[in-house]
C-alpha cells in the first residue's frame, strides 16, 4: 500500500512546527479573476528564508533523536531546502543548547548565487557537485556514512513531505474563516519539482476533505512529472533549461510520485514567457517579489493552463512556493 500522511501525521507536523514558522496570509488577487471566481495566492515567498521549505526542514531535524540533532545533518539542494535545513539548525541548535548544530549543504555547481550566499550566511557548510540531484544525492549520502550525520533529502522524505503539507491544512483553514455567500473551492494549483510540496498539500487538502481539482504546474521544459503522469510510472528526463532553477527535477520521487498520482488530476506546464508575466504581475499588482519557480501556478492561471469549467462554481487558490531572487534580476525580466 502508497504511502502518504494521515490527518494526524499532519497535524502533529503542524504542532511541532508551528513554534518556528510564520502563517502565511491568503491574499485574494482580484486582476486574476475571470469567470466570477475569487482568486487567492498563499505567499509563501514570505516565509521565514523566502520559501515553503521551512516547514519541512523543522519537521525532519525535531523528528530527530536528540542526540542525531547535535551530531549535525547533511543536505543536498539547489538552494532554497539547503538555506531551510541552515536556518532550522541555527535556529533549533541555539535554542536547545545554545549553538548552531552543523549542518553540510551539497549544491550544484551552477547553484543560484543568491540561494548560495543566503545558505553560508545561515552558517552552512557548502560542498559543490555536478549538476544533477542524483550527483547532489550521493555526494551527501557518502558525506553523511563517513560523518554518522543523518541526511535530509530535499522532497523524497516522509518528514519532508508531511512538513510541507502543513500548507494544505493552512489553507483550508484560512479560505473557510473567508466571509462568503456560497462555500465552493474550485481548484488549488501548486508547483511542482520533485514533488515533496505537491505530495504533502494535495494529501492534507484531501484529508480535510477537499474533493475538487488539484493541479500540479510545471515549467514546459522541465515536465517529467507530466511525462510520468502519462506513462503511469517514474519516467526521467535531460536536465532542463529553464528559468525556473527549482524545478529542475529530472525525475518525481519514489515517494511523492504516487502520492500525486492518488491525490491530483494532473499536470499542466507554463513556458518561460509565462512565467516572466507572472512575476512581472505579482510585483506590479501585488508588491510581492517571486522567483521564478514560485509563480508558475501564477503563471498557469494567467494564461489559461489552468481550464475554467463556467458549469463548476467556486474559488481558486495558487500556491506562490518562494521569494529568493536577486530584485536586480527580477527587474530585468521582460
Not at 69 to 96: P, T
Not at 197 to 216: E, K, P, Q, W
Request: glycine share 10%; charged share 20%; aromatic share 6%.
Amino acid at each position: 500500500m502508497t504511502w502518504k500522511p494521515t490527518g494526524d501525521d499532519l497535524r502533529a507536523a503542524q504542532q511541532r512546527i508551528k513554534p518556528h514558522i510564520f502563517t502565511t496570509p491568503l491574499l485574494r488577487a482580484e486582476e486574476l479573476e475571470r469567470d466570477g471566481r475569487r482568486v487567492f495566492l498563499k505567499p509563501e515567498n514570505l516565509q521565514k528564508t523566502g520559501s515553503f521549505k521551512v516547514r519541512g526542514a523543522f519537521n525532519a531535524i525535531t523528528s530527530l533523536e536528540p542526540e542525531a540533532r547535535a551530531r549535525g545533518v547533511i543536505a543536498f539542494s539547489s538552494g532554497n531546502h539547503g538555506a531551510a535545513v541552515a536556518y532550522a539548525s541555527r535556529d533549533l541548535g541555539i535554542k536547545e543548547t545554545g549553538a548552531p548544530y552543523p549542518c553540510t549543504v551539497v549544491v550544484p555547481e551552477d547553484a543560484n548565487p543568491v540561494k548560495l550566499a543566503s545558505m553560508e550566511k545561515l552558517g552552512a557548510e557548502i560542498v559543490t557537485c555536478g549538476h544533477t540531484v542524483d550527483e547532489r544525492k550521493a555526494k551527501a549520502y557518502e558525506l553523511g556514512e563517513s560523518s554518522g550525520r543523518a541526511v535530509l533529502p530535499s522532497y523524497d522524505d516522509a518528514r519532508i513531505i508531511t512538513g510541507q503539507g502543513t500548507i494544505g491544512l493552512e489553507v483550508m483553514d484560512q479560505w473557510m474563516a473567508i466571509p462568503t455567500k456560497t462555500r465552493k473551492l474550485y481548484a488549488v494549483a501548486c508547483p511542482v519539482g520533485g514533488g515533496g510540496l505537491m505530495a504533502g498539500t494535495s494529501a492534507a487538502l484531501r484529508a480535510r476533505g477537499f474533493s475538487g481539482t488539484i493541479l500540479g504546474v510545471e515549467p514546459e521544459a522541465g515536465n517529467d512529472t507530466q511525462q510520468s503522469f502519462a506513462a503511469g510510472q517514474r519516467v526521467a528526463i535531460d536536465l532542463p533549461a529553464t528559468l525556473c532553477d527549482g524545478l529542475k527535477s529530472t525525475t518525481p520521487g519514489e515517494l511523492t510520485f504516487p502520492i500525486l498520482q492518488q491525490c491530483i488530476q494532473g499536470i499542466v506546464t507554463v513556458s518561460d514567457a509565462a512565467v516572466v508575466s507572472a512575476l512581472n504581475y505579482l510585483m506590479r499588482e501585488m508588491k510581492i517579489l517571486v522567483e521564478p519557480s514560485g509563480a508558475v501556478a501564477v503563471a498557469a492561471w494567467q494564461s489559461g493552463a489552468i481550464l475554467s469549467d463556467p458549469d463548476d462554481p467556486g474559488d481558486v487558490i495558487l500556491i506562490v512556493s518562494g521569494g529568493n531572487v536577486d530584485p536586480e534580476v527580477a527587474l530585468s525580466w521582460k
